[in-house]
């Protein structure tokens, strides 16, 4: 059966299901009826896969590119005009924060950040949970300072960093998916946590792992403390629905306890 499913998905190749996406957004009704079918599709997904349904959902959505952008799989937060801004800001935080060894987790396709003008010396690694991303990655863009390995964020080991950053991917977990998250980024013994935040006074929506809303990270059911220090990164998604979307810094001994135990 795995194998049978494997084959299925390399065959809807990205164009297949851009073509798939625009043909269903010319019908009425049709985007309201794949959101409605959305979550119930994730919560069979996660009966069948278990413990491999965050790998087997974000495999998915990079290899049918889901997300619909033109230059990143990694979707239109990725994009170099999407970070521009963000990309200078990255740089200049590290070098004040003295910052010699970042671990980016999730890595994504590497797309925006490969324009970064890290410090001299700093080392990166790059952690995702799609080992095709990584072996990819590794392949275009490993080095003697820059490596990308296979890592699942809630359930492995994570290797301590001066600052992880951890961009567009706690906005895609469920609540108690995030709690663990965050449990495991403070076990790795890293000091810095930068991570997408929106600031604008929102209510937080718990959601199925592998969709998406903006989550105010200070506010019920996370409680975080205010940020050290935010990248603003002037998003100009949607029409700037998102324009509260910021990179915020926290220690990570900081962080509360997880509330679900």
């Excluded at 959505?61 to 239109?76: L, M, Y």
Aim: glycine share 6%; net charge positive.
């Amino acid at each position: 059966m795995t194998g049978l499913r494997d084959v299925t998905i390399r065959r809807r190749t990205p164009a297949t299901w851009m073509e798939i996406r625009s043909t269903l957004r010319r019908i009425p009704g049709a985007r309201r009826l794949t959101h409605a079918l959305y979550s119930p599709l994730l919560m069979f997904l996660r009966s069948v896969y278990g413990d491999a349904y965050r790998q087997v959902v974000f495999r998915a959505i990079w290899i049918c590119n889901v997300w619909g952008d033109a230059e990143s799989r990694s979707g239109t937060g990725s994009n170099l005009r999407e970070t521009a801004v963000l990309r200078k800001r990255l740089a200049s935080l590290l070098e004040h924060l003295a910052v010699r060894r970042v671990l980016d987790v999730p890595c994504g396709d590497f797309h925006w950040m490969k324009e970064v003008q890290f410090p001299a010396g700093l080392v990166y690694e790059g952690g995702d949970i799609v080992e095709q991303i990584v072996n990819t990655n590794h392949n275009r863009y490993g080095g003697a300072t820059r490596s990308f390995r296979t890592m699942d964020l809630l359930r492995d080991p994570l290797p301590a960093a001066d600052l992880i950053l951890c961009r567009d991917c706690l906005v895609h977990f469920s609540f108690i998916d995030i709690f663990a998250a965050v449990s495991n980024l403070k076990r790795s013994g890293s000091k810095y946590l930068l991570t997408t935040h929106y600031a604008s006074d929102r209510a937080n929506d718990d959601i199925c792992t592998g969709r998406w809303r903006p989550l105010n990270l200070t506010r019920p059911p996370f409680k975080f403390p205010p940020p050290l220090f935010v990248i603003d990164e002037e998003c100009t998604e949607a029409d700037g629905r998102y324009k509260d979307k910021r990179l915020a810094l926290w220690r990570l001994e900081d962080l509360p306890e997880s509330e679900f135990g």
